[in-house]
């Protein structure tokens, strides 16, 4: 399990644009780095990423190699009602993590 | 019999012929990319942007290219009616052009993403907003990354 | 807490017209470090906050944030000089009678980033100990040494330089106060060891192994003339 980091206020007032902020662990070896032995470390990225608000899609992101190390995403969203917001993270070699957390709508 | 130093020159400079050589072969794969017009074409299926509403925040001088903090902000009251659906980032000379598409939506709140990248060299990045209405826009920043004089290795 | 940081920081800097290379960074560097959740260190932080209970740490340390101003004072005496990490991989092998996570590993730095952020904001402070002295004298006097093909000491780029800049890098003070901390080039976390390595191989000369005498005496050198500024780790750094 990747470790990760993830930033959003426990409670928001209804129709509050709130700010999330998401941090993993990964790699994201390119796959044209050369290795000491001169072959080519093969790719290794988090390829997509969602945020689901009450299994509702509210944000994506397809990541290239391009993507520093440890990814770090930030985007906001509208609270509507109170409810689970999951983040799910998939890649190369089958990488997938989700993690959720909860958000009261007052 | 040449002297040792026209000698050594003459290794010096089958190794710089090596180095050219070197670099002539890694050219054309990085040749085979699109380039950054084209890429922004596939993303908007051929449509000029239009060069508006689009905030493309990133440093313009950079301490070191593996991780430069980038933030995207389109213009838009991210309505039903009115709102952003795609943010794409584009970049002129990393190995491949893509960097980064977020989907999104009214239920967004505001149309900006941030995140933090990866600039092999100096060079140009553009940022397009799919807009709800099927127009584009965008917006470019010209980077330069410095090399750092103690690296490791 | 994050101000109170920032102010140890700013008060270490100008009572004592020392700098932490803190100061020397962009804006955009100095608000990952200053922001938990945008540095990427806090990922270490968590993993060894997760460490901390399964590897057995909190059975005799309770919990973490005990740990408070203890990552200040190090390197410290016990039978010989030893640093935080050292200290972490005695603790394992003494009296978990385990093998310790190795110099340099995920594990390790992440319990050393862990222990070090209690100490976050806290003025350095290694012991007065006279055990130390030797490796004191030894540390002050391997910064000073002219080493490598370039023929060049640590003390001739960070004391007669510093603030001044090597190609396109400022050449800071060289206070470690944010060890284990996230540099931007290697992409993830390091210690100061790992620093030093790169400042050897730099001037080309052939680095100690990991965990050398050397190496915690120049640290113990380094940090005795860091004493007063405030710890920062997690630091980044570019």
């Given amino acids: 399990m990747a470790r990760v980091l993830i930033n959003l206020p426990r409670t928001a007032r209804r129709g509050e644009v709130i700010e999330i902020r998401t941090l993993i662990q990964h790699v994201m070896e390119t796959g044209y780095r050369p290795r000491a032995d001169g072959s080519v470390a093969p790719r290794d990225i988090i390829t997509h990423f969602a945020c689901l608000y009450n299994n509702e899609e509210v944000f994506a992101a397809e990541l290239a190699p391009a993507i520093a190390a440890n990814p770090f995403l930030s985007f906001s969203l509208v609270a509507a009602e109170s409810g689970i917001l999951a983040f799910t993270w998939t890649g190369d070699n089958g990488f997938e993590q989700t993690e959720t957390r909860s958000l009261t709508v007052t | ?153 | 807490m994050r101000r109170l940081a920032l102010a140890l920081l700013l008060l270490g800097a100008t009572a004592e017209a020392r700098e932490s290379s803190f100061a020397l960074m962009s804006p955009e560097t100095q608000a990952m470090q200053r922001e938990d959740s945008a540095n990427p260190g806090m990922l270490w932080v968590e993993e060894g906050r997760a460490l901390w209970d399964s590897a057995g740490c909190a059975g005799c340390h309770g919990d973490v944030a005990g740990m408070r101003g203890v990552a200040a004072r190090y390197p410290a005496f016990d039978a010989a000089p030893i640093d935080l990490a050292g200290r972490i991989a005695q603790c394992q092998e003494a009296r978990q009678h385990r093998t310790p996570f190795p110099r340099e590993s995920e594990e390790a730095l992440a319990l050393a980033a862990v222990i070090g952020l209690q100490s976050r904001g806290i003025p350095v402070n290694p012991p007065d100990d006279p055990r130390l002295a030797p490796a004191l004298a030894r540390g002050e006097a391997l910064y000073r040494e002219r080493r490598g093909q370039l023929d060049l000491s640590c003390a001739q780029c960070h004391d007669a330089n510093a603030g001044r800049h090597l190609a396109g890098s400022p050449i800071p003070e060289a206070h470690p106060t944010g060890y284990p901390l996230y540099r931007l080039e290697w992409q993830g976390m390091g210690s100061l060891q790992r620093r030093l390595r790169n400042c050897m191989t730099g001037v080309r000369s052939e680095p100690y192994a990991y965990g050398a005498p050397e190496y915690v005496a120049i640290e113990l050198f380094l940090m005795r003339r860091a004493a007063g500024m405030a710890v920062e780790t997690p630091a980044v750094r570019p």
Avoid at chain 2, 62 to 76: L, Q, Y
Avoid at chain 2, 85 to 94: G, K, P, S
Avoid at chain 2, 103 to 130: C, D, F, I, Y
């Fill in chain 2, 1 to 153: 019999m040449s002297s040792p130093s026209l000698s050594r020159s003459g290794i010096e400079r089958r190794a710089l012929g090596a180095g050219l050589l070197a670099v002539v072969l890694a050219r054309p794969a990085r040749a085979d990319r699109p380039g950054l017009r084209e890429a922004v074409l596939g993303f908007t299926g051929g449509a000029e942007p239009a060069e508006a509403g689009v905030t493309l925040d990133i440093p313009p001088l950079v301490e070191n290219g593996n991780t430069v903090p980038v933030t995207i902000a389109v213009e838009s009251p991210m309505t039903d009616a009115e709102h952003v659906l795609r943010i794409a980032l584009f970049n002129e000379r990393n190995p491949q052009p893509h960097v980064v598409t977020a989907r999104l939506g009214p239920r967004a709140g505001r149309a900006r993403l941030s995140t933090r990248m990866r600039l092999a060299t100096s060079q140009r990045l553009v940022a397009v907003a799919e807009m709800s209405d099927g127009s584009f826009r965008a917006a470019n920043a010209d980077v330069i990354v410095t090399l750092a004089a103690c690296v490791e290795g």
